[in-house]
């Protein structure tokens, strides 16, 4: 019921709230509004990491990931994590702007499931936390990526196409 | 109609005894047994839907009487919302009494008078909400009481299956000790806590493709590793290929072309075919050559930046709002009739 109620929701607006339920996530992450979103992010990034290295494999991946993390506006752990850590200096606006309660670096086992501690690892931000509260950060993160990666592919898919189409109106205009 | 008035019977109290008497002689040993236990289901609210659930809440009195009284005597002290004392005090009534057409009137001037130490709306609300839902409760315990032995197991596990779903539907956190099941705040609040992480797993392996079909937790979240992990080196391959790619174009244009595909991507499958459509959308409204003219692009940034601010609000509509975008189509996809265009409209600008 709730699921379904979301899903009624989400089809409405664009954008949806995040109250808790990973099937939010999902539905959050595969709106249009947010695919434009985070393209638009993506090019931004792009251009502006095309200042540094050009090649720059790392630099790419980077803004991406940095991309990704702005469009879910800090609502979730790991994006305030990936922006935190790109920005050094800027570390306070992006917490205050996530809202982001003092993290207590506490390793209490006790809350903690240990074969949970595997998700915490690879989700980024997550390392130690209360195992609700993972299982709903890998949601998003998954939803996220799936996102990420459906549209690099196709930006991908569009410059190559493009790239290749490009040098032949050059050869007929020179 | 005989077990509840065994039942009475045997709490020490006589058929002879008045059933005020009995009654106030009870709530006491509650209260007493309140703060013997100040039990987290002294959290009064939470017994909202509980009491509504009248049927197996009929049936779960007879057969714990004394686990609903303690829980009876949490509630009235706190000064619930109105309907819980009177439907605890109704309730409590239906598991005792058999009969409350002679007593209808008695009990219910001893309950007021005899809850002294009790806060005081209560017996006021007890009264005025006793009696139009006291021949509901008294037919559900009729009904229940008419059936008792071969339900015991069954309402005893309906009792405990009902509330458990509860506690992950309602607001508050509470949850009924099952059959046997210790009732201390702490077993109670790993409980709930277990079923929020199983909800939560629930919904992850939706997620996930294949999950589903895996059982058993610790498989479950290697398969969620192992898929996160794929997307993200599926991220890294393909900002590899955007590298590869990208010196040699420019971005001016491509968010424009991007919102529209991106709207056709989400509506499902995509050619490159389409692509050409918009470029050739795009040609109309072209001023500029991207490709051979890089310097100038540089200075149109700033506009752009503005445009995309607006285009960010706007974009929730429609994907059609590279219609003001100056810095137009980046790609000519199909060069047999975008390249004249673009070599007149370069004559006219430069």
């Known amino acids: 019921m709730l699921a379904s109620a ?30 434009r979103i985070y393209n638009r992010r993506l090019i931004e990034a792009l251009r502006a990491a095309r200042g540094a290295a050009r090649p720059g494999a790392h630099a ?10 702005l469009t879910a506006r800090g609502q979730s752990r790991w994006s305030r994590a990936i922006l935190t850590s790109r920005l050094r200096r800027r570390k306070l606006l992006v917490k205050a702007v996530g ?35 993972l299982l709903e950060e890998a949601a998003d993160y998954v939803a996220a990526l799936e996102m990420q990666v459906k549209a690099m592919r196709a930006l991908a898919d569009a410059l190559s196409s493009a790239r290749i189409a490009s040098p032949e109106s050059e050869a007929a205009e020179s | 109609m005989e077990p509840a008035r065994s039942s009475g019977g045997g709490s020490g109290n006589s058929c002879t005894y008045t059933p005020e008497i009995a009654e106030t002689l009870r709530f006491e040993e509650e209260i007493q047994s309140l703060m013997r236990d100040g039990s987290s289901p002294a959290n009064g609210s939470s017994f909202t839907a509980l009491l509504g659930l009248a049927p197996s809440q009929a049936v779960e009195l007879l057969h714990e009487p004394g686990e609903i009284y303690r829980r009876s005597g949490a509630l009235l002290p706190l000064g619930c919302s109105p309907t819980f004392p009177s439907n605890a005090a109704l309730v409590e009534r239906a598991a005792r009494f058999s009969v409350f057409a002679a007593a209808g009137d008695s009990p219910q001037a001893s309950h007021s008078g005899g809850h002294a130490p009790l806060p005081k709306p209560e017996p006021a609300d007890s009264d005025s909400g006793e009696r139009p839902q006291r021949p509901a409760k008294r037919k559900d315990a009729d009904r229940s009481k008419a059936k008792p032995p071969p339900k015991k197991s069954r309402s005893g596990e309906e009792g405990k299956g009902k509330p458990t779903e509860e506690s992950e539907k309602l607001p508050y956190v509470h949850v009924r000790a099952r059959r046997g099941q210790a009732t201390d705040s702490h077993s109670l609040a790993e409980r709930a806590r277990r079923e929020k992480i199983n909800a939560r797993m629930k919904l992850l392996q ?35 290929r955007l590298a590869a790619v990208t010196p040699r174009i420019d971005f001016s244009g491509i968010d424009s072309f991007l919102s529209a595909e991106c709207g056709r991507v989400t509506a499902g499958g995509g050619e490159m075919g389409m692509w050409t459509e918009e470029g050739m959308g795009n040609v109309g409204r072209q001023e500029q050559e991207n490709m051979c003219d890089i310097d100038v692009v540089q200075t149109e940034t700033q506009e752009e930046r503005q445009q995309w601010d607006r285009d960010e609000t706007q974009d929730q509509h429609q994907p059609h709002v ?22 007149n409209q370069l004559k006219t600008e430069l």
Request: glycine share 6%.
């Open chain 1, 6 to 35: 979301s899903i009624e929701a989400g089809s409405t607006s664009g954008k949806k709230q995040r109250t808790g339920s990973p099937n939010q996530a999902q539905i959050k992450w595969r709106t249009g509004a947010q695919e």
């Open chain 1, 60 to 69: 790419v991946k980077e803004a991406a990931d940095s991309a990704l993390a």
């Open chain 1, 99 to 133: 809202r982001i309660r003092r993290r207590r670096r506490s390793p209490v086992p006790s809350k903690r499931d240990p074969a949970a501690m595997k998700v915490g690892r690879v989700v980024p931000g997550c390392r130690s936390l209360p195992a609700p509260t």
């Open chain 2, 206 to 240: 939706e997620l996930v493709p294949g999950c589903s079909k895996i059982s058993g937790t610790a498989l479950v979240l290697d398969e969620i590793i192992n898929h996160v992990q794929s997307l993200q080196r599926l991220v890294e391959f393909l900002s590899m």
């Open chain 2, 322 to 343: 590279f219609i003001g975008n100056p810095a137009t189509s980046l790609f000519a996809y199909d060069p047999a009739t975008s390249v004249p265009l673009h070599a």
